[in-house]
């Protein structure tokens, strides 16, 4: 995939330079494209999902690997639909105070941008054609249902972050939908304990586009993007953060006391001190100083999965 954009023009604004910057080349504009930083919303509830059936005994490696793999991939997808359509819908302007996108940036022509669309959600289809082989059709309606509203989040009719619905994709999809089917695929049973450690999951994935849309408030307001956070005000909306990032807490507390998870379920505990902090950042930040609460929650995000994760090795009889 080519931009058919040049990426060797270097002066000020031009295409190949991001908000006048230095030039930039198709691969890095790709890369930026792919939004790195938003990655562990994708690996972290394949790391939960796996740990949680590995601690009641069942794990496949393959599975591990090529759910890993689809997650990113449908991530990425989503990444690379929302920089297209929110071009096109007049979101991505030069007042933006989140990260530069290539679309908007000029970096990445629109044909490019929904080719490299459609090639890398194909890619997570044929990855998903293996998982399918493991956990059965209901898989690929799964899989199908989870790209549609990785596109359909931005685009078409009804777009369901312009209608403040995004929040409510992320969490089942990235939250409960992630861990659920993940565990499914390696134990091949749901039961309680995949149902409660999508929770905290999801909540704070939503966090994460929380702080993204608490940023960009106005911007959205002035481009008729009505996401939750348009609706509910600065106020609701960092109520709505606060929320997310304590109940993730409460549910491995909950899960121990439940005889859920062995020993170390207070683990996850040990990034509350970050969690605490970040709460009384969002109430205290505005503007593009939102951009590293943004990162941050991200990181938060990271850190609570991989103890989490070691936590739910540790199976209900205290293995």
């Known amino acids: 995939m080519h931009s058919s954009r040049s990426a060797s023009l270097t002066s000020p604004g031009s295409p190949g330079s991001p908000k006048g910057g230095a030039a930039v080349t198709p691969l890095q504009a790709w890369i930026m494209a792919s939004r790195i930083p938003t990655l562990p919303a994708a690996v972290v509830p394949v790391l939960v999902a796996s740990a949680a059936a590995w601690g009641r005994g069942s794990f496949h490696g393959g599975v591990f690997v090529a759910a890993m793999l689809g997650a990113l991939l449908i991530q990425i997808g989503t990444n690379f639909a929302n920089d297209l359509y929110d071009f096109r819908k007049g979101a991505d302007t030069e007042e933006r105070l989140g990260p530069v996108r290539a679309t908007a940036a000029g970096l990445l022509s629109e044909r490019d941008m929904a080719r490299g ?62 861990v659920v089917t993940t565990y499914y695929l390696h134990t091949g049973a749901v039961d309680p304990v995949a149902w409660m450690a999508s929770l905290p999951v999801g909540f704070l994935v939503t966090a994460i586009l929380v702080v993204n849309n608490l940023r960009d408030i106005d911007t959205d307001r002035a481009a008729g993007k009505r996401t939750l956070a348009v609706r509910i005000g600065r106020q609701g909306t960092k109520i709505q953060y606060t929320l997310l990032v304590a109940g993730a807490y409460v549910i491995p507390i909950l899960m121990g006391r439940a005889g859920m998870v062995g020993g170390p379920y207070w683990l996850p505990l040990l990034s509350l001190p970050m969690g605490i902090r970040l709460i009384h950042y969002i109430w205290t930040a505005q503007g593009a100083a939102l951009n590293l609460g943004l990162k941050n929650t991200g990181r938060l995000h990271l850190l609570f999965g991989l103890l989490f994760s070691i936590a739910l090795l540790w199976a209900g009889d205290g293995r």
């Open 117 to 178: 669309t459609v090639v890398v959600f194909g890619l997570a289809t044929l990855i998903g054609l293996y998982l399918v082989a493991v956990g059965g059709w209901v898989i690929l309606a799964i899989g199908l249902a989870s790209i549609a509203a990785g596109v359909l989040y931005t685009a078409g009719p009804f777009p369901l972050g312009y209608h403040g619905l995004g929040d409510v994709f992320t969490f089942v999809f990235f939250g409960l939908v992630a």
